[in-house]
């Protein structure tokens, strides 16, 4: 699986960028507040369907700003998919994939895989084990989306 462009409008602190990447490894540089994390975050959210940070949808879209985009494209090894997310304020977000739309963001877990570790998950290893299992079922969650439905079927009772 391999992510090949992000195209990101009015997403947080990023009025437009496009970034295209390549096969092997990617550094993102720049100085602080120049939204390196945030394109991490609309990755994060192309894939898992929310924030990472545990923000609300409003809260993604740039300061003084209606609405905001994001547009993946990646390889999940047979085939070039492409994701597309539209944030409104005061209204539902809405995700397509492949220009289809996704009824139910449990639709969307699973077509692209990441892995998120930042400093804020240091609690992982310093606090108790819900948060590993959090972390841990997340993971599962995008490995075998069945395991999704099972959780949720789980938490629910």
């Known amino acids: 699986m391999q992510c090949?462009?992000?195209?990101?409008?009015n997403f947080r602190n990023i009025e437009s960028a496009k970034v295209e990447?390549?096969?092997r490894v990617n550094l993102l540089l720049?100085?602080?507040?120049?939204?390196?994390?945030?394109?991490?975050?609309?990755?994060a959210m192309m894939a898992l369907g929310k924030s990472f940070r545990g923000a609300r949808d409003a809260d993604l879209i740039r300061f003084g700003q209606d609405r905001a985009t994001v547009?993946?494209?990646?390889?999940?090894?047979?085939?070039?998919?492409?994701?597309?997310?539209?944030?409104?304020?005061?209204?539902?977000r809405k995700m397509e994939q492949n220009g289809l739309p996704i009824a139910k963001m449990s639709e969307l877990i699973g077509g692209l895989?990441?892995?998120?570790f930042c400093p804020e998950h240091l609690s992982i290893i310093k606090s108790g084990?819900?948060?590993?299992?959090?972390?841990?079922?997340?993971?599962?969650?995008?490995?075998?989306?069945?395991?999704?439905?099972?959780?949720q079927r789980y938490n629910g009772i």
């Open 4 to 9: 090949k462009t992000i195209q990101v409008e």
């Open 71 to 92: 547009t993946l494209d990646y390889c999940d090894h047979i085939r070039d998919m492409r994701l597309s997310a539209t944030l409104m304020a005061g209204r539902r």
């Open 129 to 151: 084990p819900e948060l590993r299992r959090n972390f841990l079922d997340v993971a599962l969650c995008q490995m075998r989306p069945r395991y999704l439905y099972c959780l």
């Open 30 to 43: 720049g100085d602080n507040a120049q939204g390196k994390t945030n394109l991490l975050e609309a990755i």
């Open 21 to 23: 990447f390549c096969p």
């Open 113 to 116: 895989r990441v892995v998120l």
